[in-house]
C-alpha cells in the first residue's frame, strides 16, 4: 500500500512539473482567443447590456422561435414556477398585453392540441433567448429565403 503511495505521489509530481514546461513553452507559440499570453490577464470585458426596447423582431424564418425583446433576469422557470406563463399565457394576456404563446405550445407530441401548456413547451429560455446590444464578434452570410429567391430571380427560375 505504502509504495504503492509513493509511486502515485511521483507520477504526479512528474506530471506536474511536465505540464508546466509546457505550459512555458506554449506560452510563446500557441496564438489563444485570449488576444494575450497565457499568462497574463487580460482586461474582463463589461458585461453587456440586455437590449430592452420593447419592440419585436423580425425572424430569419418562420419556425423561428422570437426573440426576447426584454429583460428576463431573475425570472423564475422550475417546477414548481414558470414566471413567463404569469404574463404569456391563454388567462394572462388580456391583463398583461404580451403576445399569447402560441397554439403550438399546447401541442403534445402527437400534434394533438392540450388545454395548457406542453411539458414540451414549458422550459421557455430552451428556445427563446434575450439578445444583448453588442457588435457581433464574428460576421455572418445568413440569407433568408426572400434574399435566396431574389437571388435566383436573375437565373430565370424564379417568378
Ligand atoms: C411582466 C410580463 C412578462 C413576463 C413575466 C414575460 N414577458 Fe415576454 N413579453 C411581454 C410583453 C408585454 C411582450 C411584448 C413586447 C414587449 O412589450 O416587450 C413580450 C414579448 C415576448 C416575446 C416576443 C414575441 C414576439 O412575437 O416577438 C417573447 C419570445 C417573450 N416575450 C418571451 C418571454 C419569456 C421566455 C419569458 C420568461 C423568461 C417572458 N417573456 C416573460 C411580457 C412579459
Ligand atoms: C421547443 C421550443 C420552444 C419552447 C420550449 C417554447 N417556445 Fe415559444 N415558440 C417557439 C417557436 C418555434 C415559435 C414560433 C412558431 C410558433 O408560434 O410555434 C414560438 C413562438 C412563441 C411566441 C410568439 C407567439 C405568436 O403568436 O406570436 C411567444 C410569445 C412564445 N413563443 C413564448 C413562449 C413561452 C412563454 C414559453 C415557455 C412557457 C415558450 N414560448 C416555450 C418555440 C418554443
Not at 419592440?55 to 414566471?83: A, C, F, G, W
Not at 403534445?108 to 429560455?125: E, I, K, L
Request: net charge positive; glycine share 6%.
Amino acid at each position: 500500500m505504502k509504495n504503492f503511495m509513493y509511486a502515485a505521489l511521483l507520477a504526479l509530481l512528474m506530471g506536474g512539473l511536465g505540464w508546466s514546461s509546457n505550459l512555458a513553452q506554449a506560452e510563446d507559440t500557441i496564438a489563444t482567443l485570449r488576444g494575450s499570453a497565457i499568462k497574463a490577464q487580460p482586461n474582463t470585458p463589461r458585461i453587456p447590456r440586455i437590449s430592452n426596447t420593447d419592440l419585436k423582431r423580425m425572424r430569419n424564418y418562420p419556425e423561428q422561435p422570437p426573440t426576447i425583446p426584454h429583460k428576463i433576469r431573475s425570472y423564475q422557470v422550475d417546477k414548481n414556477v414558470n414566471k413567463c406563463l404569469t404574463c404569456h399565457s391563454r388567462r394572462a394576456t388580456a391583463e398583461s398585453q404580451a403576445p399569447m404563446v402560441s397554439v403550438t405550445h399546447f401541442m403534445d407530441r402527437d400534434g394533438q392540441v392540450r388545454a395548457s401548456v406542453s411539458p414540451r413547451r414549458y422550459f421557455c429560455n430552451q428556445c427563446h433567448v434575450p439578445q444583448h446590444d453588442i457588435n457581433p464578434l464574428v460576421g455572418n452570410t445568413f440569407l433568408d429565403v426572400d434574399e435566396v429567391i431574389g437571388r435566383l430571380k436573375p437565373m430565370g427560375t424564379g417568378q
